[in-house]
């Protein structure tokens, strides 16, 4: 296991929602939980993954998520079981969208 | 007509959205609260923030139930310590609030591994609350229905419910098909051969065994209309469990060993039961098989 975490500024989108939490720990999947939280402004994403050494995709990914959503305020935690980048970043729009009511 | 929705293909807390009333689920010991399992990190094992389960209040037909979903997506719905003192909290929490049901939308392979007795542990305390809960005049209803089935502990535990419901897709034994076939050889029970192993464990062999109640289509509204059913049938009556009904229980089950013991497929024992056409009926839409088996099921 790997414990990695990224902190992002200048985000500019708070989300109000309770948590909530989207994905099931399973084989090539991952459980997203999104909490409002006071992180002056930041979002924090921490993940503990069954792949190790693949922190540079995880970096990409997470930044490219940060672009999309500008996330202010936000704690994000993952649990992921060796999910590929296109369904880590499928499941973290999802739990936005959930936060947001659109999903 | 409402659009039709798989209760096998549904997670857990898909399930929970769908089959109580919308909105209504009110979960206790949320994944926010992340109270996982102590086990699983000292192994270097993925933990889930709900440890596999979902309890919670719910409301069905607009009667608050108390209800618990198993995913069986996290390590099939295993029991481990964190995951069973869940369902015995919930159980518990059910006779001290005198709810009308407590429903279980169980799917698990029985007691964790990894956690060894702590988890075999956990799961002999569900099964004691849950009769507890009986006991305290709280039924308990069983909704079996996912991929994984009710095995091991789980298919015990489920055995002590009220009321189990069906989908032929749904599965409850004991001893699952590998374990089967490890510890006795592929000539008892070949775990690859899928028909055999639905014949043996799925929901019709098991409605007409007499080992569940109900049996649905694989849908979430009849699940959700069985489920409701059997929370309204135990209105005001006793829930809980009887020496006579253990006696009938134990009769049941020495009836079945006498007359079917020496017999190897589920298809020799329907033929045996004299329902006809047996071999078709692992083809049978529900409606036209619970036609078929209704003067010939065991436990009606």
């Given at each position: 296991m790997e414990t990695l975490n990224y902190r992002f500024e200048q985000g500019t989108r708070r989300l109000t929602a309770?948590?909530?939490?989207?994905?099931?720990?399973?084989?090539?999947n991952l459980e997203v939980l999104i909490e409002p939280a006071q992180l002056d402004g930041a979002c924090t994403i921490e993940i503990t993954t069954a792949a190790v050494g693949f922190g540079p995709i995880w970096e990409a990914v997470m930044r490219d998520f940060h672009q999309r959503w500008l996330l202010a305020d936000t704690r994000i935690s993952i649990n992921?079981?060796?999910?590929?980048?296109?369904?880590?970043?499928?499941?973290?729009?999802?739990?936005?969208?959930?936060m947001l009511g659109d999903a | 007509m409402k659009r039709h929705v798989s209760y096998q293909e549904a997670s857990a807390r898909e399930r929970l959205q769908q089959l109580f009333d919308p909105r209504s689920f009110e979960e206790f010991l949320p994944p926010s609260a992340r109270v996982i399992s102590p086990h699983l990190a000292q192994l270097n094992a993925p933990v889930a923030f709900d440890d596999g389960v979902a309890v919670g209040r719910a409301q069905l037909g607009g009667v608050t139930v108390y209800a618990a979903a198993q995913e069986g997506g996290f390590m099939g719905g295993a029991v481990g310590e964190v995951h069973g003192a869940k369902l015995v909290g919930l159980l518990r929490r059910a006779v001290a609030d005198k709810v009308a049901a407590v429903v279980l939308l169980v799917e698990s392979g029985g007691v964790r591994l990894h956690e060894a007795n702590a988890g075999?542990?956990?799961?002999?305390?569900?099964?004691?609350?849950?009769?507890?809960?009986?006991?305290?005049?709280?039924?308990?209803?069983?909704?079996?229905?996912?991929?994984?089935?009710?095995?091991?502990g789980m298919g015990i535990v489920t055995r002590c419910a009220n009321v189990v419901v069906m989908s032929?897709?749904?599965?409850?034994?004991?001893?699952?098909?590998?374990?089967?076939?490890?510890?006795?050889?592929?000539?008892?029970?070949?775990?690859?051969?899928?028909?055999?192993?639905w014949r043996?464990?799925?929901?019709?062999?098991?409605?007409?065994?007499?080992?569940?109640?109900?049996?649905?289509?694989?849908?979430?509204?009849?699940?959700?209309?069985?489920?409701?059913?059997?929370?309204?049938a135990y209105a005001g009556q006793p829930a809980e469990l009887t020496l006579e009904a253990l006696e009938a229980e134990q009769q049941m089950l020495d009836d079945r060993l006498t007359r079917f013991g020496t017999l190897p497929d589920p298809i020799d024992i329907w033929t045996a039961m004299q329902m006809p056409d047996a071999a078709n009926i692992p083809m049978l839409d529900v409606d036209s098989f619970i036609a078929a088996a209704a003067s010939h099921r065991q436990g009606a």
């Open positions: 309770p948590p909530e939490v989207v994905g099931v720990v399973g084989s090539g992921d079981m060796g999910a590929t980048p296109a369904v880590v970043s499928l499941r973290m729009d999802q739990a936005v969208q959930t | 075999l542990i956990a799961v002999s305390e569900v099964m004691r609350a849950l009769l507890d809960a009986r006991a305290a005049g709280v039924p308990v209803i069983v909704l079996v229905g996912g991929s994984n089935g009710a095995f091991g032929e897709e749904g599965r409850l034994a004991m001893s699952g098909p590998e374990v089967i076939e490890t510890a006795n050889g592929v000539e008892e029970f070949d775990s690859r051969d899928r028909a055999l192993v043996s464990t799925g929901g019709k062999h098991r409605y007409l065994m007499g080992d569940c109640q109900r049996i649905v289509a694989d849908d979430m509204q009849a699940f959700r209309n069985a489920a409701q059913e059997a929370v309204a």
